[in-house]
């Protein structure tokens, strides 16, 4: 009986975003115009439709070159005080047009430094870009919350200094903190004096942990560091077997992070480009939902991946059935889980969410 749910309703739900990469949302022609405002010569074309098309190919191929030069790109624009200023800005205009009403959005500080910005300034540039970008959207009656993440490189050895620049800012945009990059030969534990500093802060952090690498490098973010949130953590379905007669079972890591609620920001369209999960409708996150882990959706690299967050939705409500109900629950979801204080997240719920999705079932019934 339920209505099949088209992109266009679910770009008027009020969504949340936990998990998105300042510098995987660029607008293709704003690379192009920051390319020639800067002298950055790399594109492999000026044409911004022609480029947004090579940014999917390139993340869609396979090969982990092609999908880092990708970044090389939209970071190499990204060294001025009013081009960090102006992605931000335009990243909270795209988000709040798809109809997200809070996200956090994350980047690495240590990649803006290449034309003498300290790390401070690259901070400072960011928020002001969000803060413009929120007057802009709820100018046009899309009002948007935009918190920060700062995330540090996990091959790198600055993990303390940005934990230390996150606690810096903790009161005007910055929200928690986050370790990104290759899992393979770089455990989060390498980070730990990162994460105690955090915690001893009493600030929140998620961890990349799951995504191209098993549970040892979930077990190791959750019990070693002490994540808040996990970053993908897709693997955690190498813990939870099918056994006979259609049961489910699941080893003590996997029942760990259900029971404790451990929010996984998973990316569906990401890691299906990055080989983490072979399909959308393979997707360990149709399996994660039924058994009630505490699941939310995201777009990691909407650049990349050629995706909105309404797009992920729309094509896991496809691949599962998903209705109203489910897209409400994966957001009250997301919502609880954000890094933002405990009287704002429920005044979000039951401000925006709940009165939204009630609207959106009653309109499209
Ligand atoms: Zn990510």
Redesign the pocket.
Known sequence: MSHPLTLDDIRRAPKVLL?D?LD?GLRPDTVVELAEAVGYTGLPTRDPAELGAWFRDASDSGALERYLETFTHTVGVMQAREALERVAAECAEDLAADGVVYAEV?YAPEQHLEQGLSLDEVVEAVLEGFRIGQERAAAQGRPIIVGTLLTAMRHAARSLEIAELAVRYRDVGVVGFDI?GAEAGHPPTRHLDAFEYMRRENAHFTI?AG?AFGLPSIWEALQWCGADRL??GVRIVDDIDHAEGGKVRMGRLARYVRDQRVPL?M?PS?NVQTGAASSIAEHPIGLLRELRFRVTVNT??RLQSGTSLSEEFAKLSSAFGYDWDDLQWFTVNAMKSAFLPFDERLALINGRIKPGFAQLKWATR
Do not use: L
Request: aromatic share 0%; with cysteine; proline share 0%.
């Open positions: 998990h990469h995987g994350r990104a990349h995504e970053g993908h920001e990316c990401s990691d690299n």
